[in-house]
C-alpha cells in the first residue's frame, strides 16, 4: 500500500516539473549585449514555427558623446526559413538576412523641447522622449503616437515637470514626481508616475 502511494505521488511530481519545464521553454527569452556598461542590443527570441527559437525582434540602442541615450529603435523580423540538405540530413534554418527586418518603432529622446501647450513656467530645458511609429510611404519612422515630456530639477533625483502628450491632449504633472532611471529607456511605468 505505502509503496503503491509512493509511486503515485512520484510519477504525479515528475508530470508536474516536466509541465513546468515545458511551459518554460515557450515563453520568450533575451539576449543582450552591452558595451561601455550601456545596453547597445537586446534581441527577443521565441519558438518559431518549426519548433526552434528564432529571433522576433532586435532593439538597438544609441547614445551621445556623453553616453546619454538618444534612440531605441526595434525591429521586427518576417519569418523566413532556408531548406538546407547535407549528407546526413536536411533541415530548416532561420533566413536573418537584412531584407527580413522591417522597421517597427522607435523611442527618441530630444533636448530643448518647445511647445505652446506647456505652462509658461516650465517651458526652458525640457526635454521629450517620442514613441514614433515607421511610416511605409515615407522610409521614415514619423508617425507620433505618444510624447513624455520632462525637467529634472538641479539634484536630478526628481523631476519639475513631467507631461504625456498623445496627440493634442497633454497630462501634466508638476513638482517633486520621483525619478523612474528606466524613464530614458522606456516608456513603461511613467503613467504611474504621473500626478493629475
Known amino acids: 500500500m505505502k509503496s503503491s502511494i509512493l ?5 504525479a511530481i515528475a508530470v508536474l516539473l516536466m509541465n513546468n519545464f515545458v511551459v518554460k521553454a515557450q515563453k520568450p527569452f533575451y539576449d543582450t549585449e552591452w558595451k561601455d556598461g550601456k ?14 527559437g528564432v529571433k522576433e525582434s532586435e532593439s538597438k540602442y ?18 523566413n526559413y532556408i ?27 530630444k533636448k530643448d523641447f518647445k511647445s505652446n501647450l506647456i505652462s509658461k513656467k516650465f517651458r526652458d530645458h525640457l526635454i521629450s522622449l517620442e514613441l514614433l511609429y515607421w511610416n511605409e510611404k515615407t522610409k521614415k ?9 520632462y525637467q529634472l530639477n538641479d539634484s536630478g533625483s526628481t523631476y519639475n515637470y513631467l507631461a504625456s502628450q498623445k496627440g493634442n491632449k497633454l497630462v501634466e504633472g508638476i513638482n517633486k514626481i520621483k525619478l523612474n532611471k528606466d524613464l530614458l529607456t522606456e516608456f513603461s511605468g511613467i503613467k504611474g508616475n504621473l500626478k493629475n
Do not use: H, M, Q
Open 83 to 109: 531548406y538546407i540538405v547535407t549528407k546526413t540530413r536536411s533541415r530548416y534554418i532561420p533566413d536573418y538576412g537584412e531584407s527580413n527586418w522591417f522597421p517597427s518603432y522607435c523611442i527618441e529622446r
Open 39 to 52: 545596453k547597445v542590443l537586446v534581441t527577443k527570441y521565441v519558438i518559431g514555427s518549426v519548433g526552434i
Open 7 to 11: 509511486k503515485t505521488l512520484s510519477f
Open 62 to 79: 544609441t547614445y551621445d558623446e556623453n553616453g546619454v541615450f538618444l534612440k531605441k529603435e526595434v525591429y521586427l523580423w518576417k519569418p
Open 141 to 149: 519612422y514619423d508617425k507620433l503616437k505618444e510624447r513624455i515630456i
